[in-house]
């Protein structure tokens, strides 16, 4: 079965760079989550979609911006990176009204 | 407001004892959802299981066994005859269903199978 598929799987970037991280969720699922989880930390909620609108907002800080597009895929921009961006993000998709919520395989973003 | 609370930060067991991780969450949802995820030091987020607050009944799937008790507000999972492959975090999770599906994870626990 088709999984959430995160690209890319690991990306190293210089502090005050910018970084892309994308989302192709399972055909068919309508919502999107996006999640960061330092090192030795649980996994943070940052942002979803539903329908390619924003639908709920966490910790994200305004260096971060995300959409979800037509095709129902989703990106994650962050600029001005900082040290302390270096973490293991995930996004995940789902079905709305399942609770059943998929999670990739992770991008691992190291910022040195 | 949401919360998970796994108490037990690490927990170091001998290969083939039998181990509890705890998991106590508050909600003020009567509706919501319950989960466990394996992370493994490869890091992916492994689902293990997902239980809705209307299901009470204990779960067996092998190794695995989970214990569901709205009573005391808590979702621990048992893993008998532990491995050495058992071996990762664990994070317990919940979900209200007034909030867009958005999972909320404890702090997780780290398990070591001692061989």
């Known amino acids: 079965a088709a999984g959430v598929i995160q690209s890319p799987r690991h990306l190293i970037k210089e502090k005050r760079e910018t970084a892309t991280l994308k989302c192709y969720p399972i055909p068919r699922h309508d919502t999107v989550y996006w999640y960061q989880q330092g090192p030795g930390q649980d996994p943070q909620f940052l942002i979803s979609?539903?329908?390619?609108?924003?639908?709920d907002k966490g910790s994200i800080p305004d260096r971060f911006s995300a959409q979800q597009f037509s095709d129902y895929h989703s990106e994650l921009n962050m600029s001005s990176l900082e040290l302390g961006d270096s973490a293991l993000y995930f996004c995940?998709?789902?079905?709305?009204?399942?609770?059943?919520?998929?999670f990739g395989q992770g991008t691992r973003l190291t910022v040195v | 407001a949401q919360k998970v609370t796994q108490a037990q930060t690490e927990i170091s067991v001998v290969e083939k004892e039998d181990v509890t991780l705890d998991c106590v969450y508050e909600t003020r949802d009567t509706t919501y959802y319950l989960f466990w995820y394996k992370q493994p030091p490869s890091g992916e987020l492994v689902f293990l299981i997902r239980r809705n607050s209307f299901d009470e009944q204990n779960e067996i799937s092998g190794r695995y066994s989970w214990n569901f008790q709205k009573s005391t507000s808590s979702f621990n999972f048992t893993i008998t005859a532990s491995q050495v492959v058992d071996s990762a975090v664990y994070f317990c999770a919940l979900s209200e269903a007034d909030r867009d599906d958005k999972i909320i994870f404890g702090k997780g626990t780290r398990l070591h199978i001692l061989p």
């Open positions: 995940a998709s789902s079905l709305a009204g399942y609770f059943e919520a998929f």
């Open positions: 979609f539903y329908e390619k609108m924003q639908s």
